[in-house]
């Protein structure tokens, strides 16, 4: 009868080439699933650069300018007291200010510089990082009190000891922006806030074309300002464009990547915007179309600290790579 035929259950051998086949598969399917994982970052990553690129350029068309990055905060590090000096009130900061908010009083541009003096103080100063909450997250519709004023981003308080500045991080006027609370880092002083895109750990930097300005070729290598993060291995630092002749050898042009504006950056997924070489704070370089550019070794100017062009920068993404990563433009 059929009821009492046996049942063939698996041999040992059976049973461990499936699951052979099972673990071969499961390799198989883990490099495309964080492949996945990681275009959905970049994605995502790339939409929120796109949007910020156009936030900028509707507070330029609002505003008359772009917003400074605070680079230049970088060289009062040692001397915040500086700020109040003559020297200060040349720096693209101040010149904006005159620019966009023509109304503004004295006592304004005071507080603008006791906030900026508190920072140094106590070696917080706005960074590039910064600089997008600072100037797109809303400012106060009072044209004599743009910072201060109802809405606007610095709230002035006292205590026993003197005056106090804080960054006003809700209930801001006149929004460019719109700033997602859990894409906001705000530090525990409440004095800076940075935009840090959901799944990386390294925020959006933000270069104002006229704060680092294009030096002359003997000495573009000089260095210039950069931002520091998590180790002495990751610094932030803006990219320069060149016209490289067919030879290769020779450099014709070089300027500022988004020549005339900005640049918004991303570290990418390993969250590594640049391993430096001996020196700190040296440009990237791109191509004249934007694209990464390595120079060869035959390149008059080579540098060691150049040869590692794609050293910790490959998954970077910027305003100017059309939503892609930088090694996937290289030429």
Not at 252 to 257: G, M, S
Request: proline share 7%.
């Amino acid at each position: 009868m059929s009821g009492n035929r046996p049942h063939r259950a698996f041999t040992l051998v059976e049973l461990l080439t499936v699951i052979v086949i099972i673990g071969m598969l499961v390799a198989l399917l883990i490099p495309a699933i964080g492949a996945v994982m990681r275009r959905t970052k970049d994605f995502r990553t790339a939409t929120d650069i796109a949007k910020l690129e156009q936030a900028v350029e509707l507070y330029k068309d609002k505003y008359g300018d772009y917003p400074p990055d605070f680079s230049e905060l970088s060289l009062y590090l040692g001397n915040p007291n500086g700020i109040a000096t003559a020297q200060f009130n040349k720096t693209t900061i101040m010149g904006h200010l005159r620019r966009a908010f023509p109304k503004i009083t004295a006592a304004e541009v005071g507080i603008f510089k006791a906030y900026l003096i508190q920072e140094l103080n106590n070696q917080r100063a706005p960074t590039q990082a910064d600089a997008m909450f600072f100037w797109l997250g809303g400012l106060s519709g009072n044209v004599q009190r743009p910072f201060s004023g109802a809405g606007g981003p610095l709230v002035v308080t006292s205590n026993g000891s003197g005056t106090i500045y804080k960054l006003r991080v809700t209930d801001r006027s006149n929004r460019i922006f719109e700033f997602e609370d859990n894409k906001l880092v705000v530090n525990t002083s409440q004095t800076s806030a940075r935009f840090l895109p959901k799944g990386l750990k390294s925020p959006l930097v933000y270069f104002n074309s006229k704060t680092y300005m294009i030096k002359p070729l003997v000495s573009f290598l000089s260095p210039q300002p950069s931002i520091f993060f998590a180790s002495p291995n990751n610094y932030a630092i803006p990219y320069k464009s060149m016209t490289v002749n067919p030879n290769a050898t020779t450099v014709d042009k070089l300027h500022f990547a988004k020549r005339n504006t900005f640049q918004i950056i991303s570290a990418g997924v390993d969250n590594i915007f640049h391993r430096p070489y001996s020196t700190q704070g040296y440009y990237l370089f791109t191509t004249e179309n934007g694209r990464p550019y390595h120079p060869p070794s035959a390149e008059p100017y080579n540098d060691p600290r150049i040869a590692g062009f794609f050293e910790g920068q490959e998954d970077n993404l910027t305003n100017f790579t059309e939503g892609r990563r930088l090694v996937d433009l290289q030429e």
